[in-house]
C-alpha cells in the first residue's frame, strides 16, 4: 500500500476526520457480490475483480478507500437463480448518499472503481445529481479500459459475460475460484439481457456464459488485467486534476 493510502472502514473516526479532507479521492469499489457467471466462475465473481482491482490501486497512488459496494443494477441476469438486481433508482441513489455523507466531512472527488455494464446507466445520473451539488463522481468503464489487450487477446467469436475474457482475467487474478472442468462455449449473437428460454427476448443462453470460455488462460487474463489497472490509475489522476463543478465555487 502506498503511504497515504487508507481503508476507511479500518479507521476509527478521529483517524477518519484526518484523511477525509478537500483534497482527497475517495475509492469506492463496485462489485457484483451475487451474480450468475456460469458453471465455473462464482457467484462473487465481479466483487473479487472490484477487490483484485482495488488493492493494486491501493499499491500504486494516494487514495481513501470506501466500503464496497456488492449489490446495484444488474438487470440482465435475473433468470439465474442467486442473481440480484437492485431497481435502476435505488442504484442511483445508493451511490448519491455514500457521496453526500462522506462529502460532508471534506472530500469532493469520487472514483467508482466499476466492474458492471449496466451499473453505468445508475452512475451517470448519479454523477450527474453530485455536480449540481458540486461534487465530481467519475467512475470506470469496463467495457474501454484495457480494449486494445483485450481484442488482442481474445480467439471467441463475440461474447461479453463469463466469456474467454474475464474466465481469463479470473484465471490470473483467483485461479482457484474457477472450475476449467465446466467451463463451456456458449454463444447466440442477441441483444438485451440473457436469457434462459429459447426465443425469449434477449440473447439465449441455458448456461450463463456469452462467448467461449474454454478459451480463457492465464497468460491473456494477466494481459488484460495490467491494462485494466493502468486505465484506471490513469482515470483517476484525471479525477485529481479535473476542475471542479461550479456549484462547489
Given at each position: 500500500m502506498i503511504a497515504g493510502s487508507v481503508?476507511?472502514?479500518?479507521?476509527?473516526?478521529v483517524e477518519a476526520e484526518s484523511v477525509l479532507t478537500p483534497d482527497a479521492v475517495v475509492l469506492i469499489p463496485l462489485g457484483a457480490a451475487a451474480k450468475e457467471?456460469?458453471?465455473?466462475?462464482?457467484?462473487?465473481?465481479?466483487w473479487a475483480i472490484a477487490q483484485y482491482l482495488t488493492r493494486k490501486v491501493l499499491e500504486a497512488v494516494k487514495v481513501v478507500v470506501a466500503p464496497g459496494i456488492g449489490y446495484h443494477y444488474f438487470p440482465a441476469f435475473v433468470e439465474y437463480p442467486g442473481s440480484v438486481t437492485l431497481r435502476l433508482e435505488t442504484a442511483r441513489d445508493l451511490v448519491i448518499d455514500i457521496c453526500m455523507s462522506l462529502a460532508a466531512f471534506g472530500p469532493r472527488r469520487f472514483y467508482v472503481l466499476n466492474t458492471g455494464v449496466s451499473t453505468v446507466l445508475a452512475l451517470r445520473p448519479a454523477a450527474d445529481a453530485l455536480a449540481a451539488r458540486g461534487l465530481l463522481l467519475r467512475y470506470t468503464d469496463i467495457r474501454a479500459v484495457g480494449r486494445g489487450n483485450v481484442a488482442g487477446a481474445a480467439e471467441q467469436e463475440g461474447g461479453?459475460?463469463?466469456?474467454?475474457?474475464?474466465?481469463?482475467?479470473?484465471l490470473f487474478i483467483e485461479p482457484e475460484a474457477v472450475d476449467?472442468?465446466?467451463?463451456?462455449?456458449?454463444y447466440h449473437p442477441g441483444e438485451g439481457p440473457l436469457t434462459r428460454r429459447r426465443g425469449a427476448p434477449g440473447a439465449y443462453s441455458p448456461t450463463g456464459v456469452h462467448g467461449d470460455a474454454t478459451l480463457a488462460t492465464w497468460g491473456k487474463g494477466r494481459a488484460v488485467a495490467h491494462a485494466m489497472v493502468s486505465a484506471i490509475l490513469a482515470d483517476i489522476a484525471r479525477l485529481r486534476s479535473?476542475?471542479?463543478?461550479?456549484?462547489?465555487?
Open positions: 481503508q476507511l472502514e479500518r479507521l476509527t473516526w457467471h456460469g458453471p465455473h466462475l462464482r457467484l462473487n465473481n465481479d461479453s459475460h463469463a466469456d474467454e475474457v474475464e474466465t481469463s482475467l479470473m476449467m472442468v465446466k467451463a463451456v462455449r456458449d479535473e476542475p471542479l463543478p461550479a456549484a462547489a465555487r
